[in-house]
């Protein structure tokens, strides 16, 4: 495994971590390990965009947790960047998933910026 594995460097918290190293290693010895085990990972490769995954295991690696921190609120509109035009779908249905905006039945892209945009002009009237 060594020679697939390579160095600490080539780890990725998504698509290379522990648990695949896990599953490499224990098929080399014979043995199965679960789809289940890395189910997370494959949802996050799948539509969390790399800058995100890359800021946020930045900001764990940097930011040791203190016991002061404000307890977390949830997502705030005024994270929902102004660009949306700019973002694929992928990202887009990840803003529309963390903050619970229905995507059913918009199938374009342009659909998808429509809804986010009413959302985010809806949440800020009502502050």
């Known amino acids: 495994t060594q020679?697939?594995?390579?160095?600490?460097?080539d780890y990725n918290v998504l698509s290379r971590n522990c648990n695949h190293f896990c599953h490499a290693f224990a098929s080399s010895l014979g043995f199965d390990v679960?789809?289940?085990v890395n189910r997370a990972a494959r949802f996050g490769d799948r539509f969390l965009p790399e800058s995100w995954v890359n800021f946020i295991v930045q900001k764990m690696l940097t930011a040791p947790p203190t016991g002061?921190?404000?307890?977390?609120?949830g997502p705030k509109?005024?994270?929902i960047p102004d660009n949306l035009d700019h973002m694929s779908v992928r990202e887009l249905k990840t803003i529309?998933?963390?903050?619970?905006i229905t995507w059913k039945?918009?199938?374009?892209?342009?659909?998808?910026v429509s809804q986010i945009k009413d959302y985010k002009s809806q949440k800020q009237r009502l502050r």
């Not at 529309?96 to 619970?100: A, G, P």
Request: charged share 25%; with cysteine.
């Open 105 to 112: 039945g918009l199938v374009e892209k342009q659909e998808l």
């Open 96 to 100: 529309m998933y963390i903050h619970n």
């Open 68 to 73: 002061d921190e404000e307890p977390y609120q």
């Open 34 to 36: 679960p789809d289940w």
């Open 3 to 9: 020679s697939t594995w390579g160095l600490g460097c």
């Open 77 to 79: 509109v005024q994270d």
